[in-house]
C-alpha cells in the first residue's frame, strides 16, 4: 500500500485498503494525526471505516471550515469510476462524497482518499457543539431517492 503525505497542505493520499492503524503510526513518525478516536483498529480500513460513517473522527461542526476527506476515487456498484481531487471543500459542485461516507458501500468503494491530518498538540478551533440531532431518520423522499439511486446503479448486476 501506499501512503503519500503533502504536509505543506496536510493531506495524506492513502488507497481504501490501508489500515487505519499503519497509517496512524506512519503520521505519528511524522508528528501528525488522523485525530480519530481508536484509529488503531489492526483491520479497520480506511474504505470500511468511511463506509460506517468514519466513526471517532471529530465532529465536522466544531470547526465548519475544515474537512476530514479532502478527495476520493470511488468505484461505482456499476463499474464506474469516480475522482473527486482534492479541493477547498465547498468549491466542488455537488456532494458527491455522501455516496460513500456512512452508505455502507451501498453505492460505491473507496478505492482511494485525501484524508485532511493534524499536527500533533496543536489547538484546533472549536465552535461549540450544535444542538440539533446530527443524524436525524430519513425522511420518505428521502428514503425513495436513495432507493432510486442503489436501482440505478444496480443496473450492472450489483444489488446491496
Known amino acids: ?11 495524506v493520499e ?24 481508536g484509529a488503531t483498529s489492526p483491520n479497520d480500513t480506511v474504505a470500511s471505516w468511511l463506509a460506517r460513517g468514519a466513526r471517532g473522527a471529530r465532529d465536522a461542526w466544531l470547526d465548519p471550515a475544515d474537512h476530514l476527506l ?30 460513500v461516507v456512512g452508505m455502507q458501500e451501498r ?16 489547538k484546533r478551533p472549536d465552535h461549540g457543539r450544535l444542538g440539533v440531532d446530527l443524524d ?3 425522511e420518505a423522499g428521502e428514503t425513495r ?7 440505478s446503479l444496480a443496473g450492472a448486476g450489483h444489488s446491496r
Open 145 to 151: 431517492l436513495l432507493g432510486a439511486i442503489a436501482k
Open 107 to 122: 453505492y460505491a468503494t473507496v478505492e482511494r482518499a485525501w484524508l485532511r491530518v493534524q499536527r500533533v498538540g496543536v
Open 70 to 99: 479532502a478527495g476520493l476515487e470511488m468505484r461505482l456498484h456499476d463499474g464506474t469510476h469516480v475522482a473527486i481531487r482534492p479541493a477547498p471543500r465547498r468549491a466542488v459542485g455537488p456532494d458527491l462524497v455522501s455516496l
Open 14 to 37: 492513502v488507497e481504501g485498503g490501508e489500515t487505519l492503524g499503519h497509517l496512524e503510526a506512519y503520521l505519528a513518525s511524522s508528528e501528525l494525526t488522523l485525530d480519530v478516536e
Open 136 to 138: 436525524p431518520p430519513l
Open 1 to 11: 500500500m501506499s501512503i503519500l503525505l503533502d504536509r505543506e497542505s496536510l493531506l
